[in-house]
């Protein structure tokens, strides 16, 4: 079974604007993760932030985790063309080196 | 080094036949974790691997599914009478510390 749902399904936006991307869980997690897949280089770990952060940065990205909501954003600044791609969340439950559970996932189309 | 390899890359069967999936993990990685993707879903998890025992295989459908890894590195998952509803993209993924690696994935396509 799947836990998260992402918000939009599809988002498609101009090389240069900011992405946003939404993930609701349901259940309690130890860490909660992002992933980019492409047909070229296949699903790709992104960042992960744990369940007693609430936000984190890795160049352009920036992810913020609200447990209380069960819920977490991405933010793409600055889109690319290179960043066209389905992301999906993944929620890690118990001690973190669980499996993880992932969503339906955003598919991201940036026009040049 | 290098990364998760996963062979064969495209396994068409017939239904009914058995197949094996093998996943080579990145070295010195003790977890191990396979998962099934189906066309325009998330990886859904099978099992997990920790060293050579399977920690967790709550998500392995039914019992035509096994998978194995005698010496705690590379990992086989075995379907035995494949039905139609088996094809899938099964990836591989192994972890040293939370963050897990994807290898390129098993098509497999039961006709």
């Known amino acids: 079974s799947q836990q998260g749902e992402e918000d939009p399904q599809a988002l498609s936006i101009q090389e240069g604007e900011n992405a946003t991307m939404n993930c609701s869980y349901k259940?309690?997690?130890?860490?909660l993760q992002w992933y980019r897949q492409n047909s070229g280089r296949g699903l790709v770990h992104l960042i992960l932030i744990r369940s007693n952060e609430r936000e984190k940065h890795s160049g352009r990205l920036r992810v913020t985790l609200d447990t209380s909501k069960k819920s977490s954003s991405l933010l793409i600044t600055a889109s690319r063309a290179a960043d066209t791609a389905s992301y999906f969340c993944a929620t890690v439950a118990g001690g973190g080196a669980d499996g993880l559970t992932f969503g339906k996932g955003t598919h991201l189309i940036i026009q040049p | 080094g290098a990364g998760v390899s996963q062979t064969p890359s495209n396994k068409v069967t017939e239904k009914g036949k058995y197949v094996e999936l093998r996943c080579d993990p990145i070295?010195?990685?003790?977890?191990l974790y396979w998962y099934r993707q189906s066309l325009g879903q998330g990886p859904e998890f099978l099992i997990y691997?920790?060293?050579?025992?399977?920690?967790?295989d709550s998500g392995l459908p039914n019992d035509r599914f096994f998978a194995v890894r005698p010496e705690g590195s590379v990992s086989t998952l075995k379907i035995q009478r494949t039905e139609r509803g088996d094809s899938a993209v099964y990836l591989c993924?192994?972890?040293?510390?939370?963050?897990?690696?994807f290898g390129p994935g098993t098509r497999l396509t039961v006709l």
């Open positions: 070295s010195g990685h003790t977890a």
């Open positions: 259940t309690s997690i130890n860490n």
């Open positions: 993924a192994s972890s040293s510390r939370g963050e897990q690696f």
């Open positions: 691997f920790q060293g050579t025992g399977a920690a967790d």
